[in-house]
């Protein structure tokens, strides 16, 4: 794939996301998919990924992110992204706090015929906690 088509990539999973839609994100995910850094609870597969999506979309049911960079190389892409949401419901075993969030997170991806095959992230989850009084 072109560095512009795994980009391309990117902004499909970005729109995935953002429009709560499970059914598409898993299809941008390969049959072996594998998750590096799997929702807490989750397992490492495609299945387990939107299994925590899900779970965060109920917690925050206006759940985003903003891609604010990518870098691609080979069959890989790198992005850094925004994600915010305001917690409306259980999320972690802790009841809705009304309150917002917006920190910033690195995904790796390994691409492999058009699809995602491996995932790698790092997401500021304390300052997420601390921002929602958690």
């Known amino acids: 794939m072109t560095d512009t088509q795994l980009t391309d990539l990117v902004a499909r999973f970005e729109t995935a996301v953002n429009g709560h839609d499970a059914a598409l994100a898993t299809d941008l995910f390969s049959p072996g998919f594998v998750d590096h850094a799997p929702w807490p609870g989750h397992t490492p597969d495609a299945a387990g990924f939107t299994a925590g999506l899900a779970e965060m979309t109920e917690a925050f ?74």
């Open 61 to 134: 049911p206006d759940f985003r992110v903003e891609v604010l960079q990518t870098v691609a190389q080979g069959n890989m892409v790198t992005w850094r992204f925004a994600v915010s949401g305001s917690q409306l419901g259980s999320f972690m075993g802790a009841p809705a706090t009304g309150k917002t969030f917006n920190i910033e997170a690195v995904d790796i991806l390994r691409i492999e015929d058009g699809r995602i095959a491996e995932h790698w992230g790092v997401m500021d989850s304390a300052t997420m906690m601390e921002q929602l009084g958690i």
